[in-house]
């Protein structure tokens, strides 16, 4: 079964980290850019963070760049976003996005940066 999972989602205080995961399945991570996208209440999905194929390149949007890290693991099938310092404008549902042959998104998770 081809899909994507999510997880490290939360609820933080601003200025705190989380690290989410997003397990990828029934298909050859490597063949696949992946990337992080996230959606806010009442806004439009957007993208936080991307990475190629093998991990040599990386592009944030300017919100995130000196905060976030994408990182991927193809040996363990698995992409990462790191968050540090985050922020209340950081709350949102994260998805996890393959890009290639297909598009495959993953089902999301809650991320709720408050005090």
């Known amino acids: 079964q081809v899909q994507l999972v999510e997880s490290g989602g939360g609820l933080v205080q601003p200025g705190g980290s989380l690290r989410l995961s997003c397990a990828a399945s029934g298909f050859t991570l490597s063949n696949y850019a992946m990337s992080w996208y996230r959606q806010a209440p009442g806004k439009e999905r957007e993208l936080v963070a991307a990475?190629?194929?093998?991990?040599?390149?990386?592009n944030y949007a300017a919100s995130v760049k000196t905060r976030f890290t994408i990182s991927r693991d193809n040996a363990k099938n698995t992409v990462y976003l790191q968050m540090n310092s985050l922020k209340p404008e950081d709350t949102g549902v994260y998805y996890c996005?393959?890009?290639?042959?297909?598009?495959?998104w993953g089902q999301g998770t809650q991320v709720t940066v408050s005090s």
């Open positions: 996005n393959a890009r290639g042959a297909y598009t495959m």
């Open positions: 990475i190629s194929r093998f991990g040599g390149s990386t």
